[in-house]
């Protein structure tokens, strides 16, 4: 970088402006910070003041080979004086810390002893000692700017007990960020003099400078304008995550909510279910012995002699009745809850279900299921067994159809049980609702609805197909009986 004469004169100028402060310096380029450097160190040198190089080992060679072309200055000698101290930062800088954190007292105590043995070298009055100090930006470019900012403190504190001048520098490009602003403002506030960077100093003129200080002023407006908009868009991205995170969290209430249902209705499922039990067993054990015991009356009195004809006649009428009245309850009974699910499985429960059902309905069934399907667990045969229930029922009453074909069928884990029949289907509309799924279990009826809990509560699903030819149900339930949701 070619230097102005302006600067040229501020540089040459350097040492005698300082005298007993504490400067910084800020520059961009390291060829400009050791133009100052040398500057410095040879205006101390020059006045016969004593000079403290606090430097990395890069810098004081690089220094040491500027210093070199001037025939003034044997930086050899002045160091063997001891007049010249050349004091490794970095080394310094682990000196200064106990356990790898920075130490105060550590600091004073070895930078006094530095300051200290300077001064032994001062030969002569109106003489002092000359500090360039590169500690602060080496912490400064570790991240550690508390420690950095706490170290100006520390030189100003020696500067009460040792009479010093001290030039510190940092490089600009450390100080990029919106985070660094405070800090900046704290280093600053620690010096007695603030020189900015070259691009500035090397201004030539009056003019020149106000035209700097023109730009500098528009820059810093357009900084601030970019921070407000920052920060405008931090609050609204902040106000955006609240809000997802307050949709969440209401996301998370409706999800407990219909987990609480869910067990409310599984719970009276099985509460029905037990109600059915038992009213079938009423029906069977009470209403049914009593019925059967009653047939028995009535065939008792039928074979007795005496008896007119027309007497003997309405007897055996009551007595097919009550016959009939028996294998109703019976049925319906063996409906309520069949103990042949229980005893038997569901593949014989089916068997029998659906030879009932032909006979009451007209119906024609065909049964299709798979050879290697075994026992299932009691909910899973409960469950498919009352969709088989249900939709035959749903066949009977609306599709006007002569046949339905039911199938078991193992499927890669899964069983999956049909009711397929060939009647007049389902409207289109009822079964698209927007594309929610299941949504149609409500608008079809309880029935459904109750189906859909009780297959969804063991983990499988329900879907409904229809077209012009008929409609199909299907449940398919995980067979893996430790994957089932339990009960509450």
Same mark, same amino acid.
């Given at each position: 970088m070619e230097l102005t004469p302006q600067l040229n004169a501020t540089l040459a100028e350097l040492p005698s402006r300082i005298p007993e402060g504490h400067t910084v310096q800020f520059y961009a380029d390291d060829r400009f910070l050791l133009d100052v450097l040398t500057r410095f160190v040879s205006g101390a040198i020059a006045v016969g003041?004593?000079?403290?190089?606090?430097?990395?080992?890069s810098h004081q060679q690089e220094l040491a080979d500027r210093l070199r072309d001037d025939e003034k200055i &044997?930086? #050899?000698? *002045? $160091?063997?004086?001891?007049?010249?101290? %050349?004091?490794?930062?970095?080394?310094?800088?682990?000196?200064? @810390?106990?356990?790898?954190?920075?130490?105060?007292?550590?600091?004073?105590?070895v930078i006094g002893s530095v300051l200290a043995q300077a001064q032994k070298a001062i030969v002569g009055k109106n003489v002092?000692?000359?500090?360039?100090?590169?500690?602060?930006?080496?912490?400064?470019?570790?991240?550690?700017? &508390?420690? #950095?900012? *706490? $170290?100006?403190?520390?030189?100003?504190? %020696?500067?009460?007990?040792?009479?010093?001048?001290?030039?510190? @520098?940092?490089?600009?490009?450390?100080?990029?960020?919106?985070?660094?602003?405070?800090?900046?403002?704290k280093i600053c506030s620690q010096h007695s003099q603030v020189v900015p960077g070259e691009t500035y100093s090397g201004l030539d003129g009056r003019e020149e400078h106000l035209r700097g200080i023109a730009q500098l002023e528009q820059k810093a407006r357009v900084l601030e304008t970019e921070l407000i908009l920052r920060q405008s868009l931090m609050q609204t991205q902040e106000a955006l995550r609240r809000e997802i995170l307050e949709r969440r969290k209401a996301e998370e209430r409706l999800r407990s909510s219909e987990k609480s249902l869910r067990r409310l209705s599984l719970h009276l499922l099985r509460t029905q279910d037990e109600e059915r039990r038992r009213i079938g067993r009423d029906l069977h054990d009470s209403l049914?012995?009593?019925?059967?015991?009653?047939?028995?009356?009535?065939?008792?009195?039928?074979l007795l002699s005496q008896l007119p004809p027309e007497v003997a006649t309405e007897i055996a009428q009551c007595s097919g009745l009550v016959e009939?009245?028996?294998?109703?309850?019976?049925?319906?009974?063996?409906?309520?809850?069949?103990?042949?699910?229980?005893?038997?499985?569901?593949?014989?429960?089916?068997?029998?279900?659906?030879?009932?059902?032909?006979?009451?309905?007209?119906?024609?069934?065909?049964?299709?299921?798979?050879?290697?399907?075994?026992r299932l667990p009691r909910e899973v045969e409960l469950a498919l067994f009352r969709v088989l229930q249900e939709s035959?029922?749903?066949?009977?009453?609306?599709?006007?159809?002569?046949?339905?074909?039911?199938?078991?069928?193992?499927?890669?884990?899964y069983v999956v049980l049909k009711i397929e029949d060939n009647g007049t289907g389902i409207q289109p509309e009822v079964l698209d609702q927007s594309g929610q799924e299941q949504d149609w279990t409500g608008t079809l009826g309880v029935g459904l609805r109750g189906m859909n809990e009780r297959i969804q509560q063991l983990g499988g699903t329900l879907g409904l197909t229809s077209t012009a030819n008929g409609a199909t149900v299907s449940a398919v339930v995980p067979l893996n009986v430790a994957s089932?949701?339990?009960?509450?």
């Open positions: 003041d004593a000079t403290v190089i606090l430097a990395t080992p &044997d930086l #050899a000698s *002045q $160091v063997k004086n001891g007049r010249v101290l %050349l004091v490794d930062a970095c080394e310094i800088l682990s000196q200064v @810390a106990v356990d790898g954190t920075f130490n105060p007292e550590k600091f004073t105590a002092q000692v000359a500090v360039f100090g590169e500690l602060v930006a080496l912490l400064w470019a570790q991240g550690r700017v &508390d420690e #950095a900012v *706490q $170290v100006e403190k520390l030189w100003n504190e %020696l500067s009460r007990v040792y009479p010093f001048y001290l030039l510190c @520098a940092y490089p600009l490009a450390g100080f990029n960020r919106e985070a660094h602003i405070d800090p900046f403002l049914g012995q009593a019925l059967a015991v009653l047939k028995m009356k009535l065939d008792s009195f039928g009939d009245s028996i294998r109703e309850v019976r049925t319906l009974s063996y409906l309520l809850y069949p103990p042949m699910l229980e005893e038997m499985g569901l593949k014989s429960a089916i068997v029998w279900y659906l030879d009932g059902f032909a006979a009451r309905s007209g119906i024609v069934t065909t049964f299709e299921v798979d050879p290697r399907l075994g035959l029922t749903n066949v009977h009453r609306h599709s006007g159809s002569k046949t339905a074909h039911i199938s078991l069928m193992a499927r890669e884990g089932m949701p339990q009960s509450a």
